[in-house]
């Protein structure tokens, strides 16, 4: 299948790595991947402030940067959600409404497209240790993605997933949140982190960037023995020795 591939702003400055390794888990998958290297972000940042204007600028960069019969894949469920769900209010009756309708319906978070489209969920990844994996608030309210990416993870040699309690909890991090009240931002990623290390968990998987990097901020501060990882970086590791 050829797809189109939308790495967020967040991964592409800080994780370009991770951007990488999802798009040698596509190939594997038997995808034919193309990368506009024009493309931004999906607006999501300026819209959950509230500067709409903007928003709708960055929007309209984004929808004129794929195809409308194009398969759309981002290993983020954050912005996945954005797109499908918030561009509604962006672009609902604008000259790109019928653009926004068909972009919508081609886009998907990396572990729904995996499974739910292509049916491939075995990578031949290795990877030893415990590991718990965090529901973002994105991923699980707004793509309603919970089984898919422990669907992959349970198909990783050497890897133990063990339950998180409260796992369907904030981890903190919610854009301009963090910011606007870091006290109690701080506070939530050590609540996930303390029921991670409760578990006996060595990593902490997820399907959003910017959730792990407000998580691994916080572990790094405190110099604590665990460590976050992406859902592709999980799915390409390990295979020299296959």
Not at 16 to 22: I, S, V
Not at 110 to 131: C, H, K, P, T, W
Not at 145 to 163: C, F, H, T, Y
Not at 212 to 238: C, F, S
Request: hydrophobic share 40%; with cysteine.
């Amino acid at each position: 299948m050829k797809i189109e591939l939308f790495i967020p702003c967040f991964m592409d400055q800080l994780h370009p790595d991770t951007a990488w390794n999802t798009v040698k888990v596509l190939e594997k998958a038997g995808c034919t991947v193309t990368y506009n290297t024009e493309q931004t972000c999906c607006g999501q940042p300026a819209f959950n402030a509230g500067f709409w204007d903007e928003a709708k600028e960055v929007g309209n960069k984004f929808l004129k940067g794929f195809s409308e019969e194009s398969v759309i894949i981002t290993p983020s469920a954050s912005c996945t959600g954005m797109v499908k769900n918030y561009y509604n209010d962006l672009f609902t009756n604008t000259t790109l409404h019928n653009r926004c309708r068909a972009i919508q319906g081609n886009i998907y978070e990396l572990s729904d497209f995996l499974v739910n489209i292509l049916q491939f969920d075995y990578f031949g990844a290795e990877l030893d240790g415990r590991a718990v994996y965090h529901d973002s608030c994105s991923g699980l309210r707004e793509c309603h993605i919970k089984a898919e990416p422990r669907q992959l993870l349970s198909k990783v040699l050497g890897l133990e997933m063990v339950d998180l309690n409260d796992n369907e909890t904030c981890c903190g991090f919610g854009g301009t949140f963090a910011v606007k009240f870091e006290g109690i931002s701080t506070a939530m990623a050590q609540q996930k982190v303390d029921n991670a290390l409760a578990a006996g968990a060595e990593y902490i998987i997820s399907t959003d960037t910017s959730c792990l990097m407000h998580l691994q901020g916080y572990i790094d501060k405190n110099n604590l023995p665990i460590k976050t990882m992406h859902l592709a970086d999980v799915l390409a590791h390990g295979w020299g020795n296959v």
